[in-house]
């Protein structure tokens, strides 16, 4: 690993420095390295950093409480007895003495330290490493644009009795980031909602318009935060390139989380936003359809005439409050893997827009049990046909 001119202890130091939170410049100066070995080894490493192979949690017995524990059994002390002298639960001084003892019976202390030792060690073998159709299932929904969390919940559902097709999303993350953990494709990063190379913190600032008489969000119905009533959405445009002046409208149902989209061929204008709203919302069921929460924008100044058409009533956020609308948010963030910016969104035809809404639709959602927006969706579907041919 890294440059063959630096011993493996200034490597250690540097991975250490950025393990700890200092940027790859800070890391770069406090080990004594450049800047572009330090970003060089970043990059390698996938932004993910171990601690020093000699460093463990505090939930692992030391040396020394080893030594203590051999003494304290050679003094006839029960497990429980040695444990209350350690400080330790019972439970963790037998699993102590069950792995780590002698072959020939008895507890040897450094036998048992070397042992936990050699076990503690990384990296070790990545779990999709070692399962090839456990690895070929998370690779098909990787590559289906699922994050490691929908992939690793999705398994749950898929597989209900299997308990070896179970993997957490940060072995997912590892597997594809950290260096020499792979066991996935490491194209398959490119299929993320990031599709960055290296893992790091996200955020984005967004600007907010205004809007003469908009129904602020505070007169909405106390329903619609808890998502347990249906018919709640958020909306919001995707803008494209400041050139072509284009745009996609995005409505999501908050209990659920199914996504219409919006094509906006002439514009987004208030009239053709309007006009796009009432042709998509009015395909949906009146149920289903009972409030719209959109941001401060003007192209949605003609809310009192979607109200009249569709019974919806609309409410506008607060300025500079994009969590008031988190759905919409996340899914538009979605959407940039499909609708990027700085493009013209005006090329894409309203069925190309609706084979992306069907794939988001069909993208299982931890909120939701893994199940997905479609499924949630057709579940409301069938219980209500079911009231309305029960009810006399």
């Given at each position: 690993m890294g440059n063959p001119g630096l011993p493996p202890e200034r490597v250690r130091l540097v991975l250490d420095q950025l393990a700890a939170g200092l940027s790859t410049r800070q890391a770069a100066r406090a080990a004594g390295v450049s800047k572009g070995f330090a970003w060089a080894l970043h990059r390698k490493m996938g932004g993910v950093f171990r601690p020093p192979g000699v460093t463990y949690s505090d939930r692992y017995l030391?040396?020394?409480?080893?030594?203590?524990?051999?003494?304290?059994?050679?003094?006839?002390?029960?497990?429980?007895?040695?444990?209350?002298?350690?400080?330790r639960s019972p439970s963790t001084v037998s699993r102590e003495l069950a792995r780590n003892a002698a072959p020939r019976g008895g507890y040897q202390p450094e036998r048992a330290h070397r042992l936990a030792w050699q076990?503690?060690?990384?990296?070790?073998?990545?779990?999709?490493?070692?399962?090839?159709?456990?690895?070929?299932?998370?690779?098909?929904?990787?590559?289906?644009?699922?994050?490691?969390?929908?992939?690793?919940?999705?398994?749950?559902?898929?597989?209900?009795?299997?308990?070896?097709?179970r993997v957490s999303h940060e072995t997912i993350y590892q597997s594809l980031y950290v260096y020499p953990r792979g066991g996935l494709r490491r194209e398959l990063q490119a299929c993320l909602r990031s599709g960055r190379a290296a893992r790091r913190r996200r955020g984005r600032a967004e600007l907010r318009g205004r809007i003469i008489g908009a129904v602020p969000i505070g007169q909405r119905p106390a329903e619609v935060a808890g998502r347990l009533v249906p018919g709640h959405h958020e909306g919001d445009l995707v803008m494209g390139s400041a050139a072509s002046n284009s745009a996609v409208g995005t409505i999501v149902e908050r209990t659920t989380g199914y996504l219409t989209l919006l094509p906006l061929p002439a514009g987004h204008g208030a009239a053709a936003v309007a006009d796009a709203i009432i042709e998509q919302m009015s395909a949906l069921p009146p149920w289903f359809t009972q409030t719209l929460t959109w941001d401060r924008g003007k192209e949605l100044a003609q809310h009192q005439r979607i109200t009249a058409a569709t019974g919806i009533q609309v409410y506008f956020a607060d300025p500079y409050s994009p969590w008031?609308?988190?759905?919409?948010?996340?899914?538009?963030?979605?959407?940039?893997?499909?609708?990027?910016?700085?493009?013209?969104?005006?090329?894409?035809?309203?069925?190309?827009l609706h084979a992306i809404a069907a794939e988001l639709n069909d993208r299982p959602r931890k909120r939701l049990g893994y199940h997905t927006p479609r499924e949630a969706f057709a579940k409301l579907l069938a219980d209500d046909l079911h009231r309305v041919a029960t009810t006399p």
């Open positions: 030391s040396r020394e409480e080893r030594y203590e524990l051999a003494r304290l059994r050679e003094c006839g002390l029960s497990m429980r007895a040695a444990a209350a002298r350690l400080g076990r503690q060690r990384r990296p070790k073998p990545s779990k999709l490493s070692q399962h090839p159709v456990l690895r070929q299932q998370v690779q098909r929904m990787l590559a289906a644009r699922y994050s490691p969390e929908q992939a690793s919940g999705r398994l749950k559902v898929a597989f209900p009795g299997d308990p070896g097709m008031q609308r988190g759905s919409n948010e996340n899914t538009n963030g979605l959407l940039r893997e499909y609708l990027p910016k700085g493009t013209d969104l005006s090329a894409w035809t309203p069925a190309q």
